[in-house]
Structures are given as structure tokens and as C-alpha cells.
């Protein structure tokens, strides 16, 4: 059974950092068949939405509203996916999930919390 599980949410200040972490359990990161991991975002009353995204190669993908501030990366041998937020925003609060497309399927993990306050 897949399981992400994320950390690293919280409070912060606008300008601050935080890093999430995400741990998989039940899928290697080093196996063929891992595509994409990703953080995707949902603000109150808005639809989730990428905001970075990594494949299995390396290539990474930002959406245009965290780029030069957020970086994603992963630990093959962790089996775990990062994503370093600096300079927050007021806007960048929001429930934050991770993704891994593996194959056909896709996992999602709980979500953590991270309001940037101003």
C-alpha cells in the first residue's frame, strides 16, 4: 500500500521560509516506472493547483506565481520529495499535498497546513 506523508507545514511570517518534506512508503522513487512527484496547493474557496513538479529525469516544472522562490528536489534513496519555499507570501497560504504518478496511478498525500501571515 502507497502512503505520502507530508511535514514541514506552519506559521510564518511573510519573507520567511519553510521546507516540506514528503515521505513515500510502499513505492520506490528509484523504480522504473516513477513518472512525476509534485506539490500541488488549494487556498480556501480555490481549486488545487500545481505549484512545482519534478519527473523522474529530473526536469522540473514551476507555476509562474512561486518560480525563483520555490525549489523542489528529492532523495531517490530517502524515498522523499522536498519543496523549499523562501520569500512567502501572504498568497502562497494554502493546504499543500504531495503527488506521485506512478505507472497509471496517482497517490496523494494528507496535505499540510502553511499560512504565511503579513
Known amino acids: 500500500q502507497v502512503q505520502l506523508v507530508e511535514s514541514g507545514g506552519g506559521l510564518v511570517q511573510a519573507g520567511g521560509s519553510l521546507r516540506l518534506s514528503c515521505a513515500a512508503s510502499g513505492i520506490n522513487f528509484s523504480s522504473f516506472g516513477i513518472n512525476t512527484m509534485a506539490w500541488y496547493r488549494q487556498a480556501p474557496g480555490k481549486q488545487r493547483e500545481l505549484a512545482a513538479a519534478i519527473t523522474s529525469g529530473d526536469r522540473t516544472n514551476y507555476a509562474d506565481s512561486v518560480k525563483g522562490r520555490f525549489t523542489i528536489s528529492k532523495d531517490a534513496a530517502k524515498n522523499t520529495v522536498y519543496l523549499q519555499m523562501n520569500n512567502l507570501k501572504p498568497e502562497d497560504t494554502a493546504v499543500y499535498y504531495c503527488?506521485?504518478?506512478?505507472?497509471?496511478?496517482?497517490?496523494w498525500g494528507q496535505g499540510t497546513q502553511v499560512t504565511v501571515s503579513s
Open positions: 503527488y506521485v504518478n506512478f505507472w497509471t496511478a496517482y497517490y
